[in-house]
């Protein structure tokens, strides 16, 4: 026994049945991820809740959690009612924003004639304060779906943008000409090289950009609407009922986490499949 573990075979034959090792505080890192995130949560909640019991602090001025999620609970079918279209008109507004703003970073990439006139154009765009020209969208669409859709559209589409843009400009530029020298053309270098580098920052900007394209929808809905989270909330506002207004911000929040989490998902997908070790 002693003989054969001086020859070292074993040890290399335990490495290759064994499998690459797992490093010990992976699972202490995921636990740490969900943990601390959801343990400041509650430790706000809960302190929330005890200024509120504690301080004898009216619901019309502050609700507590627990008023709160009784609320959710029990009218749950009203909530979830005016959150269909602000869900679902923000995740049009992200879908189109997303289209123009990768086709317009394409653009600006692979022309220097249309970069040099869009470009200054979108940053002035971008100053613009967004909020005064909500009632514009209204005036000019109407007050249907379409001026809120458009509105989100308008105030997302930048940080797609910006983001593919970089993204496409940080691509080595040895790889594209070694790609070049082996007779690629435009398209499989953009398939192959360009468009799978830029992958990060162009999941950044859609990051960015789901968030505004809400808070798009939700101001449109503020101007001009009869159903969604946005109208819910000045409805309740100019009731002096603080209760459903935080009940529809902690469900509108809810459909923003899954919208984010979906952005996240396709993330994690593209990644896979763009992989190196993807054969």
């Not at 074993?10 to 991820?33: M, N």
């Not at 940080?170 to 192959?192: G, H, P, Y």
Request: with cysteine; charged share 10%.
């Amino acid at each position: 026994m002693a003989s054969f573990a001086s020859t070292g075979m074993g040890t290399e034959t335990g490495a290759i049945i064994a499998g690459p090792a797992v490093p010990r505080d992976a699972g202490l890192t995921r636990l740490r991820s969900v943990g601390l995130p959801l343990g400041l949560a509650a430790i706000v909640l809960a302190g929330w809740q005890l200024a509120v019991t504690l301080g004898h602090i009216p619901p019309v001025i502050l609700p507590s959690p627990l008023s709160i999620g009784k609320y959710i609970y029990e009218r749950y079918d009203i909530l979830l009612m005016h959150a269909v279209p602000t869900t679902l008109e923000s995740a049009a507004g992200f879908a189109i924003a997303t289209l123009l703003g990768i086709g317009l970073a394409i653009l600006i990439t692979y022309s220097d004639i249309a970069r040099e006139a869009l470009y200054p154009n979108l940053v002035f765009f971008q100053l613009i304060p967004k909020i005064a020209l909500a009632p514009l969208f209204i005036i000019w669409l109407g007050i249907g779906s379409q001026s809120r859709i458009a509105f989100a559209v308008f105030i997302a589409f930048f940080p797609v943008v910006i983001s593919t843009a970089a993204g496409f400009a940080s691509v080595d530029k040895s790889m594209i000409r070694l790609c070049r020298a082996l007779t690629a053309n435009e398209w499989q270098i953009f398939s192959s090289v360009r468009f799978p580098a830029a992958l990060p920052y162009i999941f950044s900007g859609m990051k960015i950009a789901i968030t505004l394209a809400i808070i798009g929808v939700i101001i449109g809905e503020f101007i001009t609407a009869q159903a969604g989270l946005g109208y819910l909330i000045i409805f309740a506002t100019a009731r002096a009922d603080t209760e459903i207004s935080m009940a529809a911000i902690v469900v509108l929040c809810i459909c923003g986490l899954l919208l984010y989490g979906l952005v996240a998902l396709g993330e994690a997908i593209a990644n896979r499949f763009y992989s190196a070790e993807n054969p």
